[in-house]
């Protein structure tokens, strides 16, 4: 709902700026929302399991792995985002524009 909004207001801004709004509201939805999610479940329940063991050490360990993991998969798909950009070529207006 609140990309919805978002992306209403931004229309009244003209079609470039939807356009781009629309682009980074996709991506930040399908990536980084979907990224969190499947994390944080698979955190949750082996946490969950290692505090049932009374494996305390083991919590930080999935914790601190998680942390990395979620890292590197934002890190890996902002690259290729800047790769797909560059290889692509920035539309005419956009370049104008900024």
């Not at 709902?1 to 939807?18: A, C, K, W």
């Not at 990224?35 to 505090?51: E, F, K, P, R």
């Amino acid at each position: 709902m609140l990309s919805f909004v978002t992306l209403m207001f931004t229309g009244h801004l003209g079609s470039l700026e939807l356009a781009g709004a629309f682009i980074a509201s996709v991506g930040i939805q399908g990536l980084a929302y979907g990224i969190m999610l499947g994390m944080a479940s698979a955190v949750q329940t082996l946490c969950g399991q290692a505090y049932g063991a009374k494996k305390l050490a083991a919590m930080g360990i999935i914790c601190q792995k998680a942390i990395i993991l979620h890292l590197g998969a934002v890190g890996s798909a902002h690259l290729h985002l800047l790769v797909l950009r560059t290889t692509l070529g920035s539309h005419r207006a956009v370049n104008e524009h900024s």
